[in-house]
Each structure stands twice: as C-alpha cells, then as structure tokens.
C-alpha cells in the first residue's frame, strides 16, 4: 500500500436502525466517516429487501457527506434517473444483473454521477477488464451480498490487488472499495492490498463504541 494514502470510511446504513435514520446518519458524521453507503435490494437479485429512492432524497436532506448507492437489483437502468434526482454521488450496479454494462456505466456518468460495478464472489475479475478505463469505483463483494452481518471470504481480496496492479500500470482512476465482513481485525489487511473504501455495516452500528471502531477501522495512529 502507498504510504499515507487517504482511506475513505464508509459505513453502511443497512445495520442502522431504519426506525430512527437521523440518529444512524448522526452517528455516521460523529465518526468523521467519509461518506455513507446506502444498499438497495430488491428481493429479486439478492433475498433481502431494504429500500428504494425515497430513503436517498430524505437522507440526502439531512447530511452533505456523499451518498454511496449500491444497486442489488435487475434492471438497474431503469431505476438510475430515481437515484441521481435523489441526489446520489456514487452508484453503483452489479454485472450480474445487465448486458449492456458499459452503457449503464455512460448513462451513470452523463447524468452526473460517478459511476461504480460490482460483482458478487463468484465473479472473476477479468470480467470487468473492458470496463476499467471507464469507471470511477470498482466495489468487490467480499461476502455474498444480500445481508449484513456475514464473515469476510478472505481470497476476494485478490481481486483488489489485481486491480490496484492494472490500475498502477495503466493509470487508471478508478476507486477500490471493498464490502461485506470487514472489521477491526481484518481492515489493515484488507487496506494492504490498495483498497481505497473501507464499508462497514455490522462493526460498526453493533460496536460498543462505534466512533472507536471507525478509527480502528481507518487505521488511525493512537487508538
Ligand atoms: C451486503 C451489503 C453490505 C452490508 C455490509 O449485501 O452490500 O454493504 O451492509 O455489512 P457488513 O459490514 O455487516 O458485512
Ligand atoms: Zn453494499
């Protein structure tokens, strides 16, 4: 890992309590996190459902940190204006649920957003190698997604040194974000491997100390 290279915390809503978002959210920008991850599931994609657009316009008035969408979902292109008008950042689909992915990654792109892929664990790599020169954030499932709250597969992280290689050699600008299972125990590895975004559902909104477990987390010096 480059030395001192800034690390982007992110935790994610879907362990927060969705009864109460204003303290979730609160509790989020009490970490000095650096943006919010918001997963959108549709039961059809992965098993769970969470929740769509709406939540993203209500959340996007109460915070100024950027909105990280996640799209577990079919036919995401039919859904992106909904995510952009709500004022997303960051959205990101998975390959597993499109054909045409470099129009989606364009359609992101020309709308204003900063486009991410995904693929789930059971995904290569090499299936993103036409769409590297485009994209702003690659998101590797390090877990099954679906569900918060799972263990790490640790050899998903091979991938995000592939990428960081390519990534290195071409100049490539794309942003390395790694999701499901990470904590305390495993973030300085999964930070070795040049992963720029850190998410953290689960160890961070089931921490005893969840503002500690962001610096931790981070691999803030003198915590
Ligand atoms: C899983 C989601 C993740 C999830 C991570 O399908 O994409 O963002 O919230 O939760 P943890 O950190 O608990 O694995
Ligand atoms: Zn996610």
Redesign the pocket.
Known sequence: MKKDKKIIFAP?L??GNFADIQYSVKLIEDADSDWI?L?VMDGVF?PNITFGHKMVQDIRRITKLPLDV?L?TVHPENHISDFVNAGADYITFHLETVVHSHRIIQQIKESGCKAGISIVPGTPVGALSELLPFLDLILIMS?N??????SMIIETLDKINFLDDIRGNKGYNYLLSV????NRDNAELVREKGTDVL?????FFKSANPIMEAALIRGNKGV
């Open positions: 994610s879907l362990s991850h997963d992965v996640h577990m877990v997604p679906g569900f918060g709250g799972q999701d499901g299972g990470v998410i953290s559902g689960s160890s």
